[in-house]
């Protein structure tokens, strides 16, 4: 298949996917127990009052016509009004979202950092003590399940030890570099928590694809030839090795980003995925429908580009 004709297939996948989330949440979201203008309103506030709120929230409608409406303003880029703070919703997630990207841009990062070494050494030694080491934390570390590893360091490394700040983004009051101290000091614990919590699927994934690619005719022949056996792992086998972990970090952007939500929640961290829970308890309609707009269109956006991209590195895919 040519390349354009791919792109354009997953392109399409991916517009399906991104509208059948968008749906789901609109009406979800709706299903949630309360009354949205309660949330907002005064004390004793009137039924005429009430229902001139549903009116201009737009609730006094009914559900599909709601729903058509809110495709007609999604499409021209209006994600609507929050019912709380009467501001534009992209306004209050553009506030949030530069916390998301960086909590979920380090742990990404340090995965890669730490996960290549360890896949890479857990191959070379299979069978091995390392490698019987690297498996058993693998499978422990599958099983983590993120609040409770959240709240787990939150206790001993923030309020036993004292180590870390138990919440926040940053200390208020700060400037210049003391800032930046201040905003790596508060991202160490749910960055951790979140590379923890990912990191044993990419280690084994690595090292089962190495395994398989070291004992390849190729990787025999460099040997055959006198090629170093670092030279071997680190610039023949790694490179076909690292094809099948493409698609894999494609896979754990989905998972940070939902990860993202309980880590931010647990910890206070004001992301996108604290606007979530706050909404939810706010019955803020307009921001949690955004909320997960935005963080579906991420998910969606990035594993086009893994396809894409995967595309380009094996061409066999295309067909």
Known sequence: ?????????????????????????????????????????????????????????????PLLVQYFAYLRELVQGNLGVSFLRSQPVSQVLMERLPWTLLLTGSALL???????????????????????????AGVVGQSLFVPSLGILLLYTLGLMLGWFPIGGAVKSGLTGFSYYLSVLHHLILPCFTL?????????LTLRATLIEALGEEYCDLARAKGTRENKVVWKHALRNALLPTTTLIGLQIGFLVGGAV????????????????????????????GAFVLLAATVVIANLVTDVAYGLLDPRVRA
Request: proline content about 5%.
């Open 110 to 136: 340090l995965t890669v950092i730490l996960g290549v070494p360890l896949g890479v050494l857990a191959a070379t030694r299979a069978r091995g003590w390392v490698d019987q080491v690297v498996q058993i």
């Open 1 to 61: 298949m040519h390349l354009t004709g791919y792109f354009l297939q997953r392109l399409a996948r991916g517009l399906v996917t991104f509208w059948f989330a968008v749906t789901v949440t609109f009406f979800l979201v709706r299903l949630l127990p309360g009354d949205p203008v309660l949330a907002v309103a005064a004390p004793g506030m009137t039924e005429e009052i009430r229902q001139t709120q549903l009116q201009q929230f737009g609730l006094d409608r």
């Open 195 to 203: 590379v923890l919590a990912q990191l044993a699927s990419y280690v």
């Open 262 to 289: 309980l880590t931010e929640t647990i910890y206070a961290y004001p992301g996108v995925g604290r606007a979530i829970y706050e909404a939810v308890g706010q019955l803020d309609f307009p921001v949690l429908q």
